[in-house]
């Protein structure tokens, strides 16, 4: 993708228009095919993470952040749904991100709170947020 995006540049600034689009547009195509993957990648971790859980748990562990938050929506409001006032996010440590910042956790804690929901470090693991609905 990038090095198709890179050529197409290049090709304009030679002005040569129609090698610049078939460059740009492959381009494009590698992106939309990037995107597709990474949904389906995202799809299989969290399915795998998440196997056997109870429904007022959900593991966000190897996810981006993005992804995270959209699971983390689904799960909110599957255990409203359920009745439940409280849903426990297992997010990690941040012992395998880079540099070992935790990416994860602090986002979800920032977003929980921006959503209303009171957002809390469980005492028992530092891994696991306890989120009251």
């Known amino acids: 993708m ?3 995006l890179k050529q197409s540049r290049e090709a304009y600034a030679d ?9 740009s547009l492959k381009g494009d195509e590698h992106k ?10 995202s799809t299989m971790i969290f399915e795998e993470n998440n ?3 109870r429904f007022d ?5 190897r ?8 699971y983390f929506d689904d799960a909110v409001q599957k255990v409203r749904n359920h009745g439940e006032p409280t849903l426990h996010v ?11 910042i935790a990416r994860i956790k602090p986002a979800i804690r920032k977003y929980g709170k921006r ?6 470090v469980d005492p028992l693991n530092v891994g696991r947020l306890v989120v009251s609905l």
């Open 2 to 4: 990038k090095e198709c």
């Open 15 to 23: 002005k040569n228009g129609g090698r610049a689009k078939k460059l």
């Open 32 to 41: 939309d095919n990037m995107i597709h993957l990474n949904q389906e990648a």
């Open 51 to 53: 196997q056997g859980l």
């Open 57 to 61: 748990t959900i593991d966000l562990h």
């Open 63 to 70: 996810l981006f952040v993005s992804e995270a938050k959209l």
């Open 90 to 100: 297992i997010v990690g440590k941040g012992n395998h991100s880079e540099n070992n």
């Open 115 to 120: 959503l209303g929901l009171r957002v809390k």
